[in-house]
């Protein structure tokens, strides 16, 4: 079985467990695997804002948050990142990174980042890879029509890369100190 970034060719069935992870099915070939609890992510690269590759192993012995949210330059997604901006020196000294992810193309991410002076880098996911690998697609109602879009989560991986702890569908106040003092628990135990 090939894995891919975005999943196996010729992989197990939507519903199958193997080593912990579920297997989803994202089209009619091609499966990722869906990170779980306590387990290691699987390896992935994305391309982020200011030329950055990233990979889970380039940030070996760091905290990672990745906050994924619907859109930028949206009310709610720029208060979130506005709230994350500034808690960055916090979450820098609990040893952790940050990274948005969101379905939008690198020019809108650099101009999101630009306009906000967001100190940390943005994802452009803009194939949804990620979003799907994450399982943060959702079915949405919007204006009385249904539409695929990303339910705001947020996902903590501990410096070994195991995901520690998720947020999904959550509500913008609030979160960014929760998902804070969750980064301090992890560096007070490590």
Same mark, same amino acid.
């Given at each position: 079985?090939?894995?891919?970034?975005?999943?196996?060719?010729?992989?197990?069935?939507?519903?199958? #467990?193997?080593?912990?992870y579920a297997w989803t099915?994202?089209?009619?070939?091609?499966?990722?695997?869906?990170?779980?609890?306590?387990?290691? #992510?699987?390896?992935?690269?994305?391309?982020?804002?200011?030329g950055v590759k990233f990979?889970?192993?380039?940030? %070996?012995?760091? #905290?990672?948050?990745?906050?994924?949210?619907?859109?930028?330059?949206?009310?709610?997604?720029?208060?979130? %990142?506005?709230?994350?901006?500034?808690?960055?020196?916090?979450?820098?000294? %609990?040893? %952790?990174?940050?990274?948005?992810?969101?379905?939008?193309?690198?020019?809108?991410?650099?101009? +999101?980042?630009?306009?906000?002076?967001?100190?940390?880098?943005?994802?452009?996911?803009?194939?949804?890879?990620?979003?799907?690998?994450?399982?943060?697609?959702?079915?949405?109602?919007?204006?009385?029509?249904?539409?695929?879009? #990303?339910?705001?989560?947020? +996902?903590? *991986?501990?410096?070994?890369?195991?995901?520690?702890?998720?947020?999904?569908?959550?509500?913008?106040?609030?979160?960014?100190?929760?998902?804070?003092?969750?980064?301090?628990? *992890?560096?007070?135990?490590?």
């Open positions: 079985m090939r894995q891919t970034l975005g999943g196996a060719i010729g992989g197990p069935s939507p519903a199958l #467990i193997i080593c912990g099915r994202r089209n009619r070939t091609e499966y990722f695997m869906t990170p779980a609890l306590n387990k290691p #992510i699987p390896e992935f690269e994305a391309l982020a804002t200011g990979t889970p192993q380039a940030h %070996a012995g760091k #905290i990672v948050v990745l906050y994924f949210y619907p859109k930028d330059n949206t009310p709610g997604c720029t208060t979130e %990142a506005m709230q994350f901006r500034d808690h960055y020196k916090e979450f820098v000294k %609990a040893g %952790a990174v940050l990274f948005g992810v969101s379905r939008d193309n690198m020019a809108s991410h650099e101009r +999101f980042k630009q306009a906000l002076e967001l100190p940390f880098e943005l994802i452009a996911d803009t194939e949804e890879k990620l979003c799907h690998m994450f399982g943060v697609v959702k079915n949405k109602i919007m204006y009385g029509k249904k539409v695929k879009g #990303i339910e705001r989560s947020t +996902f903590l *991986i501990d410096g070994t890369g195991v995901l520690r702890a998720e947020w999904r569908g959550l509500t913008v106040a609030g979160h960014v100190d929760e998902v804070l003092k969750a980064v301090k628990a *992890i560096k007070k135990s490590g």
